[in-house]
């Protein structure tokens, strides 16, 4: 039976359940029985490559003392073991979690977790069925990790705004152009399912790991933050699937959360897809500077990101990010304005991707751009490229989205940053604009391509793709005249005090 049939087979059983209620509680559901049974494919390996290795959590709560077992523990027995007995050892775990860092993982990833079936029957059958898949076996672990990127899309289709499946085309093209190395710190402030992560991942184990030292090495550079339960669960799962034993340095919390000042600017390699659209709880955008203040979420993670990227040094370039923003940061004004003289001053923003409508169809029309931008030197020109869609291709969809191979024009013309891209010319996608011209525009950014006229577009598709897009511009600005507001009432009540 293949893994797509085994997952679609389980999602059935679920729906025979009545405490499972909808797409998004089979996904956490599904979720934290994939992470044990990950989890302990792992535990065997290491008992096997290591002398005196012990399980950091008890024997019992191992996936093969109590799962493994067709004919194991059913009903009642088995509803009442899982609810009053694993998920309370597990989220409360002490000793000897201090003497194996992998039991810190489990703790942090049940923190939140939650068994939503009532029918103990239908639980052993999803636990059999999860059985047939072998993640003791590199070639289905590596399968599933194609069907575990199915299994994010569907979590995504059932999530909530601003919260974006970044399609895989564009993790490939960012961390292409990143080029992270062996050694280098590797981090997503905001890591959802882990996409970026595992890209990031990949790309180095392919190009520069050579043997087990290397490796060890590439495990410790990973680093991430996902403010949700579930998508930090999978995310730590994703991890545990491309190989990381340990993935400690994913974090379960808001990246947001603590003061700018107190972050240390040592993060080498930043590829992200933060939150926009959203705004953040109150209170967190105290964290912030009092003139950069906005709860605008992609507006704190671009400052964010600005901070903690590495400073040069004499033996170092400064840290580089390619980060996804909405068209709404190019142009937008106010704090906006203030975010974007900030990175032209403390960065060289020298490339702007901007990319097609539905790119990341179905969950949201707006257009994006990628912004890439080295840390420790300011500025001079922006070089702005504009996606075309292929032949023959008016839209992406769920069935057609954007394939990597795409982006190839991209990488042919791109260049090296150490010669300042020489080599680069304008063309009908590229062309650059200096920071004087910057500077006259109030630091707004969405320039349209100079060498294209005004196309008039009747694609209803398009069209209503850019109503939407101007809903959420209007309702980005509402949100910053509010700030505003706020802020001045804020301000004279203080004044009159």
């Given at each position: 039976m293949s893994i797509s049939s085994v997952i679609k087979s389980i999602q059935d059983i679920m729906r025979k359940d009545a405490g499972v209620?909808?797409?998004?509680?089979?996904?956490?559901?599904?979720?934290?029985l994939l992470f044990l049974k990950v989890f302990d494919a792992q535990e065997e390996e290491l008992e096997l490559e290591l002398d005196d290795y012990k399980t950091p959590i008890p024997e019992k709560f191992l996936w093969r003392n109590w799962a493994q077992d067709p004919e194991g523990i059913t009903g009642e027995q088995l509803l009442d073991f899982v609810n009053d007995e694993l998920f309370y050892s597990l989220k409360n775990l002490t000793a000897?979690?201090?003497?194996?860092?992998?039991?810190?993982?489990?703790?942090?990833?049940?923190?939140?977790?939650?068994?939503?079936?009532?029918?103990?029957?239908?639980?052993?059958?999803?636990?059999?069925?999860?059985?047939?898949?072998?993640?003791?076996?590199?070639?289905?672990?590596?399968?599933?990790?194609?069907?575990?990127?199915?299994?994010?899309?569907?979590?995504?289709?059932?999530?909530?705004?601003?919260?974006?499946?970044?399609?895989?085309?564009?993790?490939?093209?960012?961390?292409n152009r990143l080029d992270p190395k062996l050694g280098e710190s590797i981090m997503d402030p905001a890591c959802g399912t882990g996409g970026f992560l595992a890209c990031s991942f990949d790309h180095v184990k392919n190009n520069y790991v050579k043997n087990a030292t290397d490796h060890q090495t590439l495990q410790?550079?990973?680093?991430?933050?996902?403010?949700?339960?579930?998508?930090?669960?999978?995310?730590?799962?994703?991890?545990?699937?491309?190989?990381?034993?340990?993935?400690?340095?994913?974090?379960?919390?808001?990246?947001?959360?603590k003061p700018l000042s107190s972050w240390d600017s040592n993060i080498d390699v930043i590829a992200t897809n933060p939150p926009f659209g959203g705004t953040e709880e109150d209170g967190i955008?105290?964290?912030?500077?009092?003139?950069?203040?906005?709860?605008?979420?992609?507006?704190?993670?671009?400052?964010?990101?600005?901070?903690?990227?590495?400073?040069?040094?004499?033996?170092?370039?400064?840290?580089?990010?390619?980060?996804?923003?909405?068209?709404?940061t190019l142009f937008g004004e106010g704090v906006k304005t203030k975010i974007k003289k900030l990175l032209t001053e403390e960065c060289n923003l020298h490339t702007i991707v901007r990319l097609p409508n539905g790119v990341f169809n179905p969950y949201t029309g707006i257009k994006t751009n990628i912004l890439f931008f080295t840390k420790g030197k300011p500025t001079k020109e922006v070089w702005f490229y504009e996606h075309p869609y292929p032949d023959g291709v008016k839209n992406y969809n769920k069935t057609k989205p954007m394939k990597f191979e795409e982006f190839q024009t991209e990488i042919d013309w791109w260049g090296t940053e150490e010669d300042g891209f020489a080599s680069r010319v304008e063309t009908k996608q590229a062309w650059k604009v200096s920071i004087d011209d910057i500077i006259e525009r109030n630091f707004n950014l969405d320039?349209?391509?100079?060498?294209?006229?005004?196309?008039?577009?009747?694609?209803?598709?398009?069209?209503?793709?850019?109503?939407?897009?101007?809903?959420?511009?209007?309702t980005a600005l509402r949100n910053q005249l509010k700030d505003i507001l706020g802020n001045a009432l804020q301000s004279t009540v203080n004044g009159e005090a």
């Open positions: 209620d909808g797409d998004a509680q089979r996904l956490g559901q599904m979720s934290w000897p979690i201090d003497l194996n860092p992998r039991g810190h993982v489990v703790r942090e990833a049940f923190s939140d977790a939650f068994n939503y079936m009532k029918n103990g029957t239908l639980l052993r059958q999803v636990i059999n069925k999860l059985n047939e898949i072998d993640f003791t076996s590199s070639s289905e672990r590596h399968m599933f990790g194609d069907i575990y990127e199915q299994i994010l899309k569907d979590l995504q289709s059932a999530g909530n705004a601003g919260e974006f499946y970044t399609p895989r085309a564009v993790t490939q093209f960012i961390v410790q550079q990973i680093h991430g933050v996902e403010k949700k339960q579930l998508p930090h669960l999978l995310c730590v799962t994703n991890m545990m699937l491309h190989g990381i034993e340990v993935p400690v340095q994913i974090k379960h919390g808001n990246t947001l959360n955008e105290k964290n912030f500077p009092a003139e950069m203040q906005t709860r605008e979420t992609a507006d704190l993670f671009l400052q964010l990101i600005i901070e903690v990227l590495a400073e040069p040094s004499a033996n170092k370039e400064g840290g580089r990010a390619g980060v996804v923003l909405p068209d709404g320039i349209k391509n100079p060498y294209q006229g005004e196309v008039v577009n009747h694609d209803p598709e398009e069209l209503l793709a850019s109503y939407q897009q101007q809903q959420q511009e209007i």
